[in-house]
């Protein structure tokens, strides 16, 4: 037989390995290569998709913390808003009292929930205490959230940046006592702790910019030196990085996480740093509260471990492949082999048929052993079935037992699900159990109310069976992030409802068996429509009241307009009592042949104008039945059912009313009636500028009228003028003249003083003497100062208090080193009448200082200042102090005089003390300057004088 194989010839068609074999090989590398690049471009699409897809959630989250942390300052303003004893100390402007307050309050705060700022400011938006800082107040506030709430008179919140380039969520409210505004108050808190909390619950870096155009260099690199941190104001192109110090970022990273977005939206970048580290990078925009583009957040997730993952996977792939395809060319080579032997063995059957049948007979024979060793294994495997069955019945009763066992556990397990289902059941949230193929296993009763569909008919299913396709992909989008991500997500969902769509708060997370692997997902869903539906109105009334201009007739139609569309109503009216008449100034879908004037008498409109109080709601069910019936014709014309209303005044007096009416009965929400509310006080808005726009016009009239009579009256001013320049240059040289004479004489009594004093040897009466010189050169200066000044009438005051005050420290012999001086007196000028009382209480009060508040050599200073205040600051600081009967708008002047030394006696009333000296100063203050006089101990002695500045009459 080999011989007879050795002598054939090499056919070219039985070389069937190398034709089959070569190609198939050929074929095999192309499909790899080109699965391996659809698979790499898949991947790469599907993880640029769920980074996009992150990234919007972690916005969503962000802009949901922000809401969440302005929602929680907004409550906590609402508390502190409520304290009355508070109020009185903020009205009082008491800073310290107010910082002791509030301080405890503050500190519990910034440790409990991150509040890093506490603002109090007065109604004119001048800040009163930083409790964060209370070294820093006076200062204007003109933030937009500080702006807004005084604009709208409610509280306002949202997303700021500070003028040191921090970002900062703020909340202010404006606080109000009867009805009157006492200032405003503000919590804040740094977008770093949610910036932090969103970025732990993502498992992702999250790093604050700044573009450069919205900041001050000098402020930033202050505020960074201020907070310990390196100014690197150069470090990056147009931005500016407000966080700590990067962690394992390299500057490549850094550099690219800093650039901004050119379309000012969500970038997504990927970037290869030079050390092989692979990066997702998105940069997400921050807007402020006025929805300006202050900076971004870049987010930065390193990727490098699932990039590494699926490089390891295609190489697994190629492995696999590989060994595949040598396990298939094996087989393939051994099947063309025997093909090959085959083809052989065919041109060899002829020669070797006899062969053949031999062969046949020694395979029949092979059978037949097969078959005897067939029979001997049956026999076998009897043998072996019985005794299966021995062990079977033993099983079967082992099974029995189990069985008892398992109904046993099956009931407490059906018992502890009951339970279970019942917790769920008296949720008022909608919650349910899916799989992670999402077919629902359990939903609790709420779900079964809302969504029409009972547990048993719900089971097994998918959303796709349930609701609209749409939704159904969004649902079963939502579950496949939850099963990525491996934790809880919050997530906006819409489900459809009877009266529309519904929006959803759903928190999904995932759930783990005892082996910790997830078997299902858990959603708890909360219905917050009513939510969003109020903010679509409280959206919509801005956006008409920003529409609103001068013109009084549209803003009324506008307001009217906005009031029926956002009731649902079917028409509305705005009524206004003028000249015994009811005029219907504002209409919407009115009925056509609608009367705009009629008689109020028996009207509901009347009766709301006549009866309503400010702000008060009427609403009105059931009208057919009731007496509007019959004596309102608009109810019965119009077929209406119900009636929502609100007065509208003006100046404090009730002129007219908003409505909406219905041909159905209808109970309207809080919010539905929070918005008629809030159109009323806009319409009340307008009639008061209505009336102002009017009394102005009047105004103007009258003022065209006193301009022409005017004209007349500086033609006859003209002729006399030239006579009485002439006049007053006369004047002025008697003036001068007088007041050099009289600083002359009183030189002269002072001289006398002296010499007499020289004859004087008890030391008391001499200081009687010294102190009479002492008084009357103060008045002579002011003589001099007049007599020296281009202005006859007023002296400027900073000036001659320092000389007074040398003079002073001379004539007692004491020099700086000993006791320091400090004049603080702003620019203020004194008619001669205020100037020489002024100057005597300042002589009497320095010579008490100098000489009884600092014993025995001791050291310390002396404090002159004054300073104008407004009126009403004044009257609140001192009750005592007399109403403004010279001035229509009095200035009041401010006079300190301070010292630090031992004080003035305890117990002591300097209002009875028998000096000479205080006397004096009593005697000038009250009855000369008709003011008022302060004694302060602390710290020293301190007296504070306030009095009204009285200019002169005009002399002719």
């Not at 037989?1 to 070569?22: C, V």
């Not at 907004?74 to 304290?83: C, F, N, P, S």
């Not at 102002?692 to 007349?712: F, G, H, V």
């Not at 000096?915 to 004694?935: D, F």
């Amino acid at each position: 037989m080999q011989k007879t194989e050795t002598n054939l010839p090499n056919h070219k068609e039985e070389r069937l390995k190398a034709r089959i074999l070569l190609p198939l090989l050929l074929v095999f590398a192309l499909l790899f290569g080109v699965s391996c690049f659809f698979i790499y471009l898949d991947q790469k699409k599907e993880h640029t998709e769920k980074w996009e897809a992150a990234l919007k959630l972690i916005q969503q989250t962000f802009r949901s913390e922000i809401e969440l942390d302005t929602n929680f300052m907004k409550a906590l303003l609402q508390v502190v808003t409520q304290d009355e004893t508070l109020a009185t100390i903020f009205k009082e402007k008491d800073q310290k009292a107010l910082l002791r307050k509030t301080l405890p309050l503050f500190q519990k705060l910034k440790i409990q929930h991150g509040i890093s700022h506490l603002y109090f400011t007065g109604p004119d938006r001048i800040n009163i205490l930083r409790v964060h800082q209370p070294n820093r107040y006076g200062d204007t506030i003109d933030r937009f959230t500080t702006l807004e709430a005084e604009r709208t008179n409610t509280v306002a919140g949202g997303l700021e940046i500070g003028p040191l380039g921090t970002f900062t969520i703020r909340a202010v409210a404006p606080w109000k006592e009867a009805g009157k505004l006492i200032g405003f108050v503000e919590f804040g808190r740094e977008i770093n702790r949610a910036t932090s909390e969103v970025g732990e619950h993502f498992e992702i870096g999250l790093y604050v910019f700044v573009h450069k155009e919205v900041l001050s260099q000098k402020n930033w690199e202050e505020g960074m030196r201020m907070l310990g941190r390196p100014p690197g104001w150069d470090r990056f192109a147009s931005t500016v990085y407000i966080g700590p110090e990067f962690e394992g970022i390299s500057d490549h990273v850094a550099s690219a996480m800093s650039q901004k977005c050119p379309s000012g939206g969500l970038c997504i970048k990927r970037l290869f740093t030079e050390e092989g580290e692979h990066y997702n990078l998105g940069i997400l925009p921050i807007r402020d509260v006025s929805n300006s583009l202050m900076g971004h957040i870049a987010a930065i997730r390193n990727i490098t471990k699932q990039t590494d993952d699926f490089h390891h996977a295609i190489m697994l792939l190629a492995g696999i492949s590989l060994s595949l395809f040598v396990v298939v060319g094996s087989i393939f080579y051994k099947i063309l082999g025997n093909a090959e032997g085959n083809l052989k063995t065919s041109r060899l059957k002829i020669l070797e048929e006899g062969r053949i049948r031999e062969k046949h007979i020694q395979a029949l024979e092979r059978e037949q052993a097969k078959l005897e060793a067939s029979q001997l294994e049956q026999k076998e495997t009897v043998e072996s079935l019985q005794k299966s069955e021995v062990a079977l019945l033993n099983m079967m009763e082992d099974a029995e037992e189990a069985k008892r066992k398992a109904v046993q556990a099956g009931e407490a397990l059906r018992e502890s699900e009951e339970r279970v289902q019942s917790i769920l059941d008296n949720a008022t949230a909608v919650i349910y159990l899916k799989d992670t193929e999402g077919k629902y296993i359990l939903v609790n009763r709420m779900y079964e109310t809302l969504f029409h569909i009972s547990k048993k008919e719900i089971v097994g299913k998918m959303d796709h069976d349930i609701f609209p396709k749409e939704m159904a992909d969004t649902f079963r989008d939502n579950d496949k992030i939850v099963l990525a991500a491996q934790r809880p997500i919050s997530l906006e969902e819409i489900a459809p409802h009877a009266d529309g769509p519904h929006t959803y708060i759903s928190v999904k997370f995932p759930m783990h068996d005892a082996s910790g692997n997830i078997y299902g997902i858990c959603g708890i869903s909360t219905d917050i429509t009513e939510r969003k539906r109020m903010e679509q109105f409280i959206t919509r009334l801005n956006d008409a009241f920003l529409k609103l201009g001068p013109d009084y007739n549209r803003n009324v139609d506008q307001l009217t307009t906005i009031c029926g569309e956002l009731l649902g109503a079917d028409c509305s009216i705005y009524n206004k009592l003028k000249d015994g008449m009811l005029h219907s100034l504002g209409q919407w879908q009115t009925p056509e042949g609608y009367n705009p004037l009629d008689n109020p008498d028996g009207h509901i409109c009347y009766d709301v104008i006549r009866e309503g109080r400010k702000g008060e709601i009427r609403n009105i069910s059931d009208l057919q039945k009731s007496p509007y019936y019959k004596t309102d014709p608009r109810v019965k014309a119009l077929g209406l059912k119900t009636y929502i209303g609100c007065p509208v005044s003006c100046q404090d007096e009730t002129i007219g009313a908003i409505c909406g009416v219905f041909g159905k009965d209808v109970e309207l929400s809080e919010n539905h009636k929070m918005i008629l509310g809030i159109i009323a006080t806009a319409l009340s808005n307008e009639e008061e500028r209505r009336l102002a726009r009017e009394e102005t016009e009047r105004a103007y009239k009258d003022l065209e009228a006193t301009q022409k009579a005017s004209l007349n009256i500086m033609v006859d001013l003209d002729r006399h003028r030239s006579e009485l320049d002439a006049s007053l240059q006369e004047k002025e040289v008697l003036l001068r003249e007088i007041h050099h004479r009289v600083k002359n004489n009183m030189q002269i009594i002072t001289s006398l003083l002296k010499l007499q004093s020289r004859y004087v040897q008890e030391k008391q009466y001499k200081e009687i003497f010294q102190e009479s010189e002492r008084r009357i050169k103060a008045m002579a200066m002011v003589h001099e100062r007049l007599y020296r000044s281009q202005n006859l009438a007023d002296i400027p005051f900073k000036d001659y208090v320092r000389s007074l005050a040398t003079g002073l420290f001379k004539s007692y012999g004491i020099t700086y080193n000993e006791i320091s001086l400090k004049v603080s007196i702003d620019d203020i000028s004194l008619e001669v009448d205020s100037a020489i009382p002024c100057g005597l209480i300042i002589n009497e009060l320095l010579s008490n200082s100098l000489k009884h508040a600092f014993p025995d050599g001791q050291k310390g200073e002396v404090e002159v200042s004054m300073k104008k205040i407004l009126d009403g600051e004044a009257q609140d600081a001192d009750q005592k102090a007399k109403p403004a009967t010279r001035n229509p708008q009095p200035e009041i002047i401010e006079l300190v005089v301070r010292d630090n030394g031992v004080g003035y006696p305890k117990g002591l009333d300097f209002r009875k003390t028998q000096s000479l000296g205080l006397q004096l100063v009593i005697t000038l203050v009250e009855s000369q300057l008709e003011g008022n006089i302060e004694l302060g101990r602390s710290g020293g002695t301190e007296f504070k004088i306030r009095f009204e500045e009285e200019k002169y009459k005009e002399r002719i």
